[in-house]
């Protein structure tokens, strides 16, 4: 069943097509079980344009509930090409923090619309759009990768650097990675409300983000791809 197991990973690391894919991270903080994530790509329309819709959600299991509970959904309605934003919706829960929030870009305006603000930028990417905007570089040892992002009513310039190669372990064996990390130009973070991020790609052509590092108030999270459907 183990090898059985490999061969269907590696069947799925031939495509190089995330639409319709889910993929399933465990969770550990500190070494333990913490609970489960996923990321989804589908197709879909926004104001009469084909768009790509990516769903993601975040949950910590009944044990870590006890010290940080976490409950984020987050939904980013994308372009087809470059992965930026049209449309996002937060709904995040961590710890004593909640906030629901929502914005849109207006393509023609060049603005990103909330209730509350409007900021005029001619592109902007959501952290988790970057993820799959990476996808599609070569992601060379040092290269940098320029980024306006948007969350939760701000917008950051980041450079998202190839800084190592890692092998990664998983349930479905070792495998050579890329890492890359934001790094920001006031030296604040990326992810609301506290952390910063690192991404492991496999070192393929598919580039599947197989680690994603999230840094929170009591440490840091890790999220190991367990699965794909």
């Given amino acids: 069943m183990k090898i059985i197991s490999i061969l269907l990973f ?19 903080f500190r070494g333990f079980d913490a609970g489960k994530a996923y990321l989804k790509i589908e197709e879909d329309t926004l104001f009469n344009r084909n768009v790509l819709r990516l769903n993601s959600k975040l949950e910590t299991n009944k044990f870590l509930d006890l010290f ?9 309605y994308m372009d087809l090409e470059d992965f930026s934003l049209l449309k996002i919706i937060n709904k995040i829960h961590e710890g004593f923090y909640k906030k629901n929030h929502s914005a849109i870009f207006d393509i023609n305006s060049k603005n990103i619309i909330t209730k509350k603000k409007v900021i005029k930028i001619d592109k902007a990417h959501s952290p988790l759009s970057i993820i799959y905007s990476l996808r599609q570089e070569l992601l060379n040892m040092h290269d940098i990768y320029k980024y306006h992002v948007y969350n939760l009513g701000k917008i ?3 450079d ?12 479905f064996g070792k495998f050579n990675a890329i890492v890359v990390s934001p790094v920001l130009n006031n030296d604040s973070s990326i992810i609301k409300h506290n952390g910063d991020m690192k991404i492991w790609f496999t070192n393929d052509e598919n580039r599947y983000p197989i680690k994603i590092e999230l840094k929170i108030n009591y440490g840091r999270l890790i999220l190991i791809l367990n699965d794909i459907e």
């Fill in 160 to 171: 998202m650097k190839v800084i190592d190669q890692e092998m990664i372990k998983t349930s």
């Fill in 156 to 158: 950051k310039k980041i």
């Fill in 10 to 28: 590696f069947s799925f690391l031939s495509s190089e097509n995330l639409i319709n894919r889910k993929l399933n991270y465990k969770m550990e």
């Fill in 68 to 76: 940080y509970k976490i409950r984020d959904d987050v939904t980013v």
